[in-house]
């Protein structure tokens, strides 16, 4: 993964958190994406992580999951929960 994409995706995410019921145009705008296309292949990355849910084609129903970050948790890498984290190391 790229840097510049990881960013992108920080961005999305850290705009998630601070916007309740965006739509796709302003959160485009507000990561500095010129297409919604563009946006929407960042979106099925973090949904494919478990970051977000979204309904494609429904108005406004982007939203985070519980948060995930990266990591190596007992040599398996992944996207983990704080609890998920816990559950594997038990």
């Known amino acids: 993964m790229s840097a510049r ?11 998630l958190r601070r916007t309740e019921h965006p739509s796709l145009r ?16 960042h979106l099925e990355i973090l949904h494919r992580r478990g970051q977000l849910t979204w309904k494609p084609g429904l108005s406004r129903t982007i939203r985070l999951t519980e948060h995930r970050v990266a ?14 984290a816990h559950e594997v190391r038990a």
């Open 71 to 84: 990591g190596v948790v007992d040599g398996r890498a992944g996207y983990w929960t704080l609890a998920e």
């Open 5 to 15: 994409g990881e960013a992108r995706r920080d961005r999305i995410v850290d705009y």
């Open 26 to 41: 302003e959160i485009a705008v507000d990561a500095g994406f010129a297409s919604i296309d563009g946006l929407k292949y």
